[in-house]
């Protein structure tokens, strides 16, 4: 048998390795529908100039604001032209640098939808709470809270929803170890 050569970049770590092998992947272009470039509108009001980038797809745009201009801006939507009567859901994505909290609001009424993206450090992930506008914020912020550490200001119940009260960790995370057992 002969010996097989290594791998090209098998002598990099893995921080210097490309994060994918193969061509290049083109984004699929953001493209909003009618009633998306509708709710856009309404969300880009609401959100005015704390806004720092936006885009969507289908019937769905979205806003990125700072985390100090989040109830603001959620109050503009809640009351404002877009009349967010509901907060669908919170959901949130660790991209190790940061952490990406989601926010997504929905008007029956009116028929829009809008989405608020919040990045938090993942050294001090810390946002102010939405329980003082929608009281079902509470149990999304305990649910992020529990699998990714994010501290909601304001919250007054972050007890465990998923886990268990003494759980060490956050699995949502990707340093999480989840592979890091022994058997027994």
Do not use: C
């Not at 029956?108 to 003082?132: M, N, R």
């Not at 929803?161 to 057992?181: A, C, I, K, Q, V």
Request: charged fraction near 20%.
């Amino acid at each position: 048998m002969s010996e097989q050569e290594p791998q090209a970049g098998a002598d990099k770590t893995p921080a210097e390795r490309p994060a994918r092998h193969g061509p290049p992947v083109a984004e699929a272009p953001q493209v909003l529908d009618a009633r998306g470039q509708a709710s856009a509108k309404l969300l880009a009001q609401a959100a005015g100039a704390h806004a720092l980038a936006s885009g969507g797809g289908h019937d769905t745009p979205w806003v990125r604001v700072a985390s100090e201009h989040l109830v603001d801006v959620a109050k503009r939507l809640r009351d404002g032209a877009f009349g967010a009567q509901m907060l669908h859901l919170i959901a949130a994505v660790d991209y190790e640098e940061r952490i990406e909290v989601n926010y997504l609001f929905l008007s029956a009424t009116k028929g829009h939808t809008g989405q608020v993206k919040v990045d938090v450090s993942p050294d001090a992930p810390e946002l102010p709470s939405l329980t003082g506008l929608w009281t079902a914020a509470g149990w999304f912020e305990r649910e992020t809270h529990d699998l990714f550490g994010v501290v909601f200001e304001g919250n007054p119940d972050l007890s465990p929803l998923l886990l268990y009260e003494g759980f060490e960790g956050h699995p949502g995370l990707r340093s999480y170890p989840f592979n890091d057992y022994q058997e027994w």
